[in-house]
């Protein structure tokens, strides 16, 4: 049986027995989570979360870059759509990792992570503490911060995952 088949009869189970077709658009605990692609780290996972309650954006490290900015763009526009905007009362946290595989782009190809990252190579790349969760997760906390369009009225947190030993540390407190 290949996987794809695997993962039709897992669908099948989950909607004969989990699915909820009541479940909202919107994040019922108006909570979005930035997080890396790496399996390791799924946040529903390691937070823990309930389906619903947190939309969930994932991207190469788990990087503020442009493309998130975009999707953010998109998501308000759907969220005032929905009947709640995003903004005052809503959470943001960025969620890096240890042992994140970006540090092999970083050394391996690093014009093409730059090309990711929205910065020029050199100087304006290793300034993003690439191969550092506990400095990018800040860095990426402050530019949101720093953002008027993005920090409207959002708590923005900063959180590392260790996948040495499974715990989350707030490393930036929500503000």
């Known amino acids: 049986m290949d996987f794809i088949t695997t993962l039709t009869r897992r669908n099948a189970e989950f909607a004969a027995t989990a699915f909820s077709a009541g479940l909202k658009i919107l994040p ?7 997080g890396c692609v790496d399996p390791r780290v799924d946040p529903m996972e390691v937070l823990k979360l309930a389906p619903g309650e947190a939309a969930i954006i994932r991207n190469v490290g788990g990087r503020v870059n442009p493309a998130l900015l975009e999707t953010m763009d998109i998501l308000r526009t759907v969220s ?11 959470n943001f946290i960025v969620l890096h990792h240890t ?3 970006i540090a092999g782009c970083y050394h391996h190809a690093p014009a093409l992570l730059a090309q990711h990252m929205g910065v020029a190579e050199g100087e304006a790349l290793d300034a ?9 997760v800040a860095i990426d906390v402050a530019a949101l911060r720093a ?11 900063g959180m590392v995952y260790d996948v040495d030993t499974g715990l989350v540390e707030t490393v930036v407190p929500a503000a």
């Open 99 to 101: 042992k994140c595989g």
């Open 147 to 157: 953002n008027p369009g993005f920090a409207d009225g959002i708590s923005i947190t």
């Open 128 to 136: 993003l503490a690439v191969t550092d969760p506990y400095a990018s």
């Open 28 to 34: 019922s605990q108006r909570t979005l989570i930035l």
């Open 80 to 90: 005032r759509a929905g009947g709640a905007a995003i903004g005052e009362g809503w």
